[in-house]
């Protein structure tokens, strides 16, 4: 019985590893600082993307919705693009400058995003390259453009 489990599971990873295409990835995303990253295919070659990460001492959610072609004649690479949006809250509102001012900062913004992914066929990793411009509109308000990053993502 453990052999057939072993067999069965093995038949099943290769056959989602062969197909360059993934049904969720979890990993980490390196920008200004690390983030936990989770994408979910939607169909249609579009994802959904979720990123959670910290700023100063707070936490900031994104979420993202991409489109996704593929990019030098196969499918293992693939270009994207995409809009989204990010809340953040942290208990210190002047983090930026260390000033001191009214405990709390809540803030509000919207995001773009543009990049490169390629998925391994031989194991299961996905990992990408990306520009992701950020607005902020409540609060700390401004353009963030040189916004880049790298991810790293354990794909299903």
Not at 98 to 124: M, S, W
């Amino acid at each position: 019985m453990k052999k057939l489990v072993i067999l069965t599971s093995l038949m099943l990873a290769s056959t989602l590893i062969s197909n360059a295409q993934y049904k969720a990835a979890f990993g980490v995303r390196f920008s200004d600082g690390p983030a936990i990253s989770m994408k979910f295919a939607t169909g249609n070659n579009e994802a959904a993307e979720g990123l959670l990460s910290g700023f100063g001492n707070g936490l900031k959610a994104t979420l993202l919705y991409e489109w996704h072609n593929p990019a030098f004649g196969t499918n293992q690479w693939r270009w994207y693009y995409g809009a989204g949006a990010h809340l953040g809250a942290s208990p210190d509102r002047n983090w930026r400058n260390d000033r001191p001012g009214p405990d709390g900062e809540f803030h509000v913004g919207a995001d773009g995003i543009l990049g490169l992914e390629h998925t391994f066929r031989e194991i299961p990793l996905n990992l990408s390259i990306d520009w992701k411009p950020e607005f902020n509109f409540v609060n700390y308000t401004g353009v963030a453009l040189p916004v880049f990053g790298a991810t790293g993502r354990l794909a299903f």
